[in-house]
Every structure is written in structure tokens, then in C-alpha cells.
């Protein structure tokens, strides 16, 4: 089994940055395709990015590019998103997943393609 603990969510105005890690533990010790989603109030869970096994491939959604970053620790099964700036419409609670498959860009945004979630970190950006 594998484990995945969010931190660094928390109340931001807007213009702000902020960091969310992931770290991911368990009985395995491997490199994961990890990734980033997040579910806004009344919306449905969303992807944001995503980041191959050796964190030189990425993947983010349209709404996000440009202002997120998505990397990985030097430990691998650690990742980051880094969010500058944040606007209200990204407020949302944001969930880390992990994926045993081989990197493939496509699928890389689909729920589907992880098999391990976290509990979720909020994330709110209001004035």
C-alpha cells in the first residue's frame, strides 16, 4: 500500500504564491507518475499537472500553464506544485495521485490512471 500526505495549503490572497508538497511512502520504494488535482465547491474533481517518473516530462491542464510548476524532490516520490500567481477560481481542495504505469502524456490527466489519492489540502485565494 502506499500512502500520500498533501501539506502547504492554506488561506492566500489573490496575486499570491504558494507551495503544495506530496510525499508519497509505502511498502514499495519506486519512482510513481504523480500528478495534481483539485475540486472546487459544487464542481467536479479536475487535473491540474502532472510529472513523469523522472521529472523531465510534464503535463498541465490549460487553466493552469504558465503559472504552476510541477516537480519532483530529490528522494522522486516527493513532488511539488508551485502556484504564482493564484486567483479566486483556484480555490479549490487539491489532491496528490501517484500511478504505477509508464508515462504516457494523454493519459496522464485522466483519474483513471492513478491508483493512489491523498486526503486533499485547501487551498483559498480570497481578498
Known amino acids: 500500500q502506499v500512502q500520500l500526505v498533501e501539506s502547504g495549503g492554506g488561506l492566500v490572497q489573490p496575486g499570491d504564491s504558494l507551495r503544495l508538497s506530496c510525499a508519497a511512502s509505502?511498502?514499495?520504494?519506486?519512482?510513481?507518475?504523480m500528478a495534481w488535482f483539485r475540486q472546487a465547491p459544487g464542481k467536479e474533481r479536475e487535473f491540474v499537472a502532472a510529472?513523469?517518473?523522472?521529472?523531465?516530462?510534464?503535463h498541465y491542464a490549460d487553466s493552469v500553464k504558465g503559472r504552476f510548476t510541477i516537480s519532483r524532490g530529490y528522494t522522486r516520490n516527493t513532488v511539488y506544485l508551485e502556484m504564482n500567481p493564484l486567483n479566486a477560481e483556484d480555490t479549490a481542495v487539491y489532491y496528490c495521485?501517484?500511478?504505477?504505469?509508464?508515462?504516457?502524456?494523454?493519459?496522464?490527466?485522466?483519474?483513471?490512471?492513478?491508483?493512489?489519492w491523498g486526503q486533499g489540502t485547501q487551498v483559498t485565494v480570497s481578498s
Open positions: 510529472v513523469s517518473r523522472t521529472g523531465l516530462s510534464t
Open positions: 509505502g511498502r514499495t520504494f519506486r519512482a510513481y507518475v
Open positions: 495521485a501517484a500511478g504505477l504505469r509508464e508515462w504516457e502524456y494523454g493519459e496522464s490527466s485522466a483519474e483513471s490512471f492513478y491508483a493512489y
